[in-house]
């Protein structure tokens, strides 16, 4: 089947990453896939090794201006980009398979910001009414899809991401040291000043290792890090480092930390967990549907439970603790997952085989 994928790419985020390995599956699997985006993805190297990412066709133009015709099916990211898939598919009378990770209904529970008002997602409703199939990444994104647009949940389907465990593979590192782990965008929500306050309560006796796509946003890495040298906390801001390197920081800390107000699904757990680390998050419903009860909660925003939590953690934890299998974190269940959907379409209007695959080939 030919598919056309519309997703902008003008920074960083989880998921556009995630986009870029439901790509490479399709890809594997046999589709001819075709990538309309407004540039590379910052971390297309990464993808050098994922199976599947060598066949995909990139189309890249500045206005996403994608005409040509003999497409099957439209898949689309938010936002800008993701109206043209919307409308590719109206003017070409194509199928439209709509991925979205979180709703203005979902992001103003927890946080501030554009995307939290309906002015921001203007049109959407329509594309997404539009849409054969919805495509999310977690249980809690789903329901507040259906509150928002008031649709049948039958029509959305539930894909979690995957970690980049061919990378990870290849990280090796020779001993542990004093450190804890971060991994996000510098934004005001990400709660980065938690992790400096809780440094501090720790006697400043574990350095901080931030590793993030972009340093300032509106401001906040600077701020972050002029109270951590004002205050002589240890952080060091690792930035657009590749998989690899972000696989080695994980694997020679003590164990992430991810004190995030606000997720839609929250990868950076999972990557460590597969690294056999421990994790600490402040408790969301997101993370509870998919980690239950494989990683440790805090209460938000309560600095003095989450300083004691990850001192608790460090002196008490042992590899292999997790429960939740590796292979549901990995690239190989991602291609299950986009095998298992695309027989159900091929039973809904479209007729096409998918090669099949085992997970030996990979």
């Known amino acids: 089947m030919r598919i056309v994928i519309f997703c902008e790419n003008k920074s960083f985020s989880g998921g556009r990453y995630y986009t870029l390995f439901v790509a490479c599956a399709l890809s594997l699997l046999g589709h001819k896939v075709t990538f309309v985006t407004d540039r590379l993805p910052i971390f297309v190297n990464d993808f050098k090794d994922v199976p599947g990412y060598n066949n995909i066709e990139w189309f890249i133009d500045h206005n996403c201006n994608y005409t040509l015709r003999g497409q099957d099916l439209v898949i689309s990211v938010p936002k800008k980009v993701g109206m043209l898939g919307y409308k590719y598919s109206l003017e070409h009378g194509i199928p439209l398979y709509a991925i979205i990770f979180e709703t203005p209904n979902f992001v103003s529970k927890y946080r501030k910001g ?17 849409a054969t ?42 001993e542990i040291k004093d450190e804890i782990v971060t991994i996000g965008r510098f934004l005001d929500f990400k709660r980065v000043d938690d992790l400096l306050k809780v440094s501090e309560k720790l006697g400043k006796k574990y350095k901080i290792n931030y590793i993030t796509a972009e340093k300032d946003f509106y401001g906040t890495y600077t701020r972050i890090m002029t109270t951590a040298q004002s205050k002589k906390i240890p952080i060091q801001v690792f930035e657009k480092i590749s998989d690899k390197q972000k696989f080695e920081l994980i694997k020679q800390s003590k164990l992430l930390v991810h004190p995030s107000a606000f997720e839609g699904f929250g990868i950076p757990p999972a990557e460590a967990l597969y690294c056999d680390k421990p994790v600490v998050v402040y408790d969301l419903p997101v993370y509870k549907n998919f980690y239950g009860n494989n990683i440790y909660y805090v209460p938000f925003q309560d600095i003095d439970t989450l300083a004691t939590t990850i001192q608790f953690v460090i002196e008490s934890y042992t590899n292999n603790c997790s429960k939740l299998s590796k292979k549901k974190l990995t690239y190989q269940r991602l291609v299950e ?15 096409y085989t998918v090669k099949k695959i085992s997970l030996e080939e990979f």
């Open 133 to 174: 199939k919805i495509i999310t990444v977690s249980k809690e994104s789903k329901k507040y899809i259906v509150e928002w647009i008031n649709c049948n949940p039958n029509k959305i389907e539930i894909i979690h991401p995957c970690i980049n465990n061919i990378e990870a593979d290849k990280a090796k590192v020779t």
């Open 337 to 351: 997952d986009i095998t298992n959907l695309f027989g159900k379409l091929n039973n809904i209007e479209l007729e």
């Open 114 to 130: 554009d995307d939290s008002y309906e002015e921001y997602w203007k049109g959407y409703k329509e594309h997404l009414l539009h």
